[in-house]
Each structure stands twice: as structure tokens, then as C-alpha cells.
């Protein structure tokens, strides 16, 4: 049985084809209308989501699967103090696959090593987000063709964005791939993920100017400050609006550029972005339900080519 914790968990040739596997899905939906008869998925939520529990729960249901689940911990029996092994071990009784978010990282790594069922990190704290870098992975993939050789900026809160941790260490996978960091000193991206892409020799920059850089990007990933795991609210209220992504500012940018963001936004891209052609962050959200139909089949057994078996 396989769980999903980080998008290392999966080798960058099980990542092919299971974003095959995503494209042929895009294309040929009816095809993949009952995969899941009879299977049921869970999803845990032990913090607010709106893409990723809707996008998991529209993913199974589109493969003609049942969904069951809590999207508010204080709903659950958490909020009288029952552990994430508790829940889990309860859960498999009821259901074939899990999708767990939860706000203490580590929480989805802890439930799987109790589960009977897949567990798949919905996000954990700040630290992973492994099915939105899936998600990121299979956007730029099916639109720009590849996924090497890119100059990509990443813009915003870079602490705690776990997005963002996510996806620079899937990429790190690939070939020619350089980073430009853009956040506020206070929200620089951690000193151990510094460290691997020293440790790989991987390219990168870190500016807090976007319009010094925004020129020579291929790909912009914007992201919002994350409120939530602030400590202060004078602290998120200076920072709030350091970056935004307007017209005048996509002027500079390359005529192919691409424009990501996994979404809620606030105020970090201008809604008169949404209409230009490299706005790609609502195909994004597409994508993210081809992906995660791919990946529960996966999981499942019920797509046996994509995971290399034991
Ligand atoms: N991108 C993302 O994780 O969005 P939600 O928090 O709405 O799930």
C-alpha cells in the first residue's frame, strides 16, 4: 500500500505517467466513469480548504465514487480530544482512501503509519502540499509542453507558504530549472531548503523587487500571505500587500510567461490579470481535479501501470 506525504514520494517516472494518465482522463472522461464504483473516499479536514477537499470529493465523484468526511475539525471527535491514529484507524473501517489536511505538520505522516486505507497529505501546517505541486506540475506540463529548463520566480510569503516548499523540491528533480525567490526579508524561503538547492547546485536568486526580475521569468507562482500561521496581526497587515500583480506590471513580463497561483487569492494578483492570456490559475484548479483522479486510480491499484509495484 502506498500513501502520499511529499511529491518525492513518487519517482519522477511514476510522475510521467501518472500526468499521462491525468491527460487521458482530461480527454476522455466517460472513459473513467465508473473506475470507482463501490469505492468511497475520505476527507479529513482539520483546517479550511476550498480547492482541495471540493476538487478530491468532485475527483471521486467523477469516477463514480461515494465521498464521506468532516471539513471542520470542531465537527469532528477531535474537538473532544481524540488523536489523528484514532480517527484513521476508524476511518479505514468506513471507507477505501483518505485525504487529510491538518494544521500540525506531520499529522498525515502519523495517521499513516496507523492506517488501513491510503492516506494522501491534503496539506500539513506549513510544511507540505504535495497534490497542489502535483497540480502545479501537470499545469506547466500540459501547457508549456515540459518541465525543464525554466526560470521561475516565486513571489509572496516563502516562510510559510507550504506550496511553495513543495513544489521547489519537486522541480529540483528536473533539468535546467532556476529559481528566483521575490519575498519580503521577513518571509524568505527557509534556510533548509537553501541548503538543498546549494547542496544539488541548483540556480537561484533571491531579489524583494518583482519588477527587477519579472522580465526574465517563464513562470510566476504568486502566492498569498499566509494570515494563519502568523503570530501577529500587525506583522500580516504590514505584509499583507507587499506584492501585486497588476496589468502594468504584467507589461514587463515575457509575452509567454505563465502566471500560477494555487489559490485563495487576497489582493496579490488584480482580478484585471484574470483576463490575460498567461493567467493560467483557474485552469489550475482544472488541472487539480485531473490529477487527483489520476492519483486516487493510483493508490487504488485500480491504474496498476502508473506505480511501480514491490
Ligand atoms: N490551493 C489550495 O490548497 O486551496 P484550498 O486551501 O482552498 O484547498
Redesign the pocket.
Known sequence: MRHLMSPLDFSVDELERLFNLANDIEKNREKYAHACDGKTLATCFYE??????LSFEAAMLNLGGNVLGFSDASNSSAAKGESVSDTIRVISCYSDICAMRHPKEGAPMVAATKSLIPVINA?DGGHQ?PT?TLTDLLTIRSLKGSLSNYTIGLCGDLKFGR?VHSLIRALLRYEGIKFIFISPEELRIPDYIISELNDKGVEYTEVTSLDEVIGSLDILYMTRVQKERFFNEEDYVRLKDFYILTKEKMSMAKENMMVLH???RVNEISVEVDDDPRAAYFKQAQYGVYVRMALILSLLNLAPEVLTQD
Not at 48 to 53: G, Q, V
Open positions: 479550511p480548504s476550498t480547492r482541495t477537499r496539506g502540499h497542489q506550496t494555487p489559490l485563495p
